[in-house]
């Protein structure tokens, strides 16, 4: 940080565009795939290698870094008044397969811009803030999402560090092999008292802000999600000598109950929208009976009870599944994150920065989840949108264009250099 500070900067201070699209393309390059996507998935190698650009992007930002012991890196700025609660900033950089550049990459990289504006101009709020790009948000190879956020508001046990993935390796190897100590996890927990308030700027993942021309999602709550794992157990048997009739076919049952899925959501279903995105099957042989299908099954809406009255339909209908295809099927580990509104002073915080940009606002819903939504348990969220191609995600073709995503940066500062200003007394 420089020697001399100034308290305020006044409404002029930007980040730098140009640096900011850069270590976009960067980060981008790190699990680039050959259709223009990203895969760089929590708990690899290609993650090793983002987590280290970030982590080095946060040192010439200024921060004082750490890895705490969920593998979240956090970069630290001390404040004026180190008796105030941290500001934080955040969102994750692991993506999903072949997902785009910018879903969680585009926050964090912002927030560090933001922190690197403020040390190049020599300011220092009152809070001290904190940058922080979480682990697994993505939930990789079938583990429990947002990982390390919610390791932060001490929402783990020893349950979800002696998970395996899908692929049979201990959550706690993993972690330790990202820099964190699943020994030690309750050094991640952050107190309610500890944390100001959290801001997450996100591209929007769906349609709305494209389509009606405006630059600045304001955020007002983050959808539900529970998400099931369902096992189907038929018996394996040879595809050329066993009778239809005498068969216990795993993937012919799985594919009623991917249908039942569908159906819990829409014109009759009561979620608002309900996916199978998972799938594996055993042996996965061409000429042998599926014997064993595991699967994930998403569920999302603002409702809570919504999301229990669709997994209790499920149940119902999984158990007439079995019998009828002869089959076993369990519906076990609902992990289930809820609904969480943004809050008002925030959310107006933000809308304030955005008119001071003279950039166009509209508050919106999110159907994708976020760390800010487990945040939430400790400390006011806010978070800022900005439009999204197509309203494509999770998809080689999510594109947002260079101006917003520098707007939406400009904003996330602007955000946080006027709650500092309302906030510190
Ligand atoms: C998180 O990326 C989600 O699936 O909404
Ligand atoms: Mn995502
Ligand atoms: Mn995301």
Redesign the pocket.
Same mark, same amino acid.
């Given at each position: 940080m420089r020697d001399s500070v100034t308290r305020r900067p006044g409404r002029t201070l930007r980040i730098a565009g140009d640096r900011l699209l850069a270590a976009i393309r960067d980060l981008g390059a790190i699990g680039a795939t050959a259709d223009g996507g990203v895969t760089r998935l929590a708990f690899t190698d290609e993650d090793l290698r983002g987590r280290k650009l970030v982590h080095d992007l946060m040192v010439g930002a200024g921060l004082q870094t750490r890895i705490d012991s969920a593998a979240n890196i956090i970069g630290y700025r001390p404040g004026q008044r180190q008796d105030l609660p941290v500001l934080m900033l955040g969102s994750h950089i692991d993506t999903?397969p072949n997902g785009g550049a910018l879903?969680?990459a585009y926050g964090v990289l912002a927030a560090v811009e933001v922190a690197r504006a403020l040390d190049e101009h020599g300011t220092l709020l009152s809070h001290p803030l904190a940058v922080v790009a979480f682990n697994n948000?993505?939930g990789a190879f079938g583990t429990r999402?947002m990982w390390g956020a919610h390791a932060m508001v001490g929402a783990l046990d020893e349950t979800d560090l002696a998970a395996a993935d899908d692929r049979g390796r201990p959550v706690a190897d993993l972690l330790t092999e990202m820099g964190g100590d699943p020994g030690r996890l309750d050094q991640a927990v952050w107190a309610a008292d500890e944390v100001a308030a959290y801001f997450e700027l996100h591209i929007e993942q769906g349609p709305v802000l494209e389509s009606r021309n405006v630059r600045i999602g304001v955020v007002e709550a983050i959808t539900g999600?529970s998400t099931l794992d369902v096992t189907v157990r038929g018996k394996a048997s040879h595809a050329g000598t066993t009778p239809m009739e005498l068969r216990q076919d795993a993937l012919v049952a799985a594919a009623q109950v991917i249908l039942a899925v569908r159906d819990l959501a829409g014109r009759n279903g009561p979620v608002r929208v309900a996916t199978v995105g998972s799938l594996s099957l055993a042996p996965n042989a061409w000429n042998v009976v599926p014997g064993i299908v595991t699967m994930q099954v998403?569920l999302r809406d603002v409702s809570e009870s919504a999301m229990r009255q669709a997994a209790a339909r499920l149940r119902g209908e999984i158990l007439e599944i079995a019998m009828r295809t002869g089959t076993a099927i369990d519906v076990a580990g609902q992990n289930s994150v809820p609904a969480v509104s943004c809050d008002l002073g925030l959310r107006d915080v933000i809308a304030a920065a955005s008119e001071s940009l003279n950039l166009s606002h509209l508050t919106l819903p999110s159907g994708?989840? +976020?760390d800010a939504q487990v945040i939430g348990r400790i400390a006011p969220i806010g978070m800022i949108f900005v439009p999204s191609r197509g309203g494509i995600s +999770?998809a080689p073709e999510e594109h947002s264009a260079g101006d917003d995503l520098i707007a939406g940066a400009n904003v996330l500062l602007q955000s946080v250099l006027g709650y500092d200003e309302r906030y510190a007394n």
């Open positions: 999903v879903d969680g948000e993505e999402g999600r998403d994708a989840g +976020h +999770h």
